[in-house]
């Protein structure tokens, strides 16, 4: 069975809804220097999941990844996109409530 890919406009962790609201207040935040991050280029094969994997412990926050680099809701971008990876996921959860 697949899981649909707007699952995640459900609660995520601790009680917080995740809407496509939400993650544009991310993005805006990382653009407005409110989130620290760092940026990577993604190469050949690589997927978000695979990345907050290893930036966070958690694939399953991908999606923080993809709303502070403006992808949307896609898992997967082409290689050489660059992307930025906030330093505390925490701190994006919290620019959606």
């Known amino acids: 069975m697949s899981v649909s890919r ?3 406009s459900q609660t995520i962790r601790k009680g917080t809804t995740i809407t496509v609201a939400n993650t544009y ?8 220097g409110l989130i620290p991050y760092r ?3 993604l190469e050949q ?12 412990g958690d694939s399953s926050l991908w999606w923080i990844i993809a709303a502070a680099s403006a992808i949307g809701w896609g898992s997967q971008a082409p ?19």
């Open 79 to 97: 290689p050489g996109t660059i992307i930025r990876i906030p330093l505390d996921p925490n701190e994006a959860i919290g620019m959606t409530a």
């Open 6 to 8: 707007y699952i995640f």
């Open 25 to 32: 207040r991310i993005c805006k935040a990382v653009e407005q």
């Open 45 to 56: 094969g690589q997927r978000l999941d695979h990345v907050a994997g290893i930036a966070y």
């Open 39 to 41: 940026t990577t280029v």
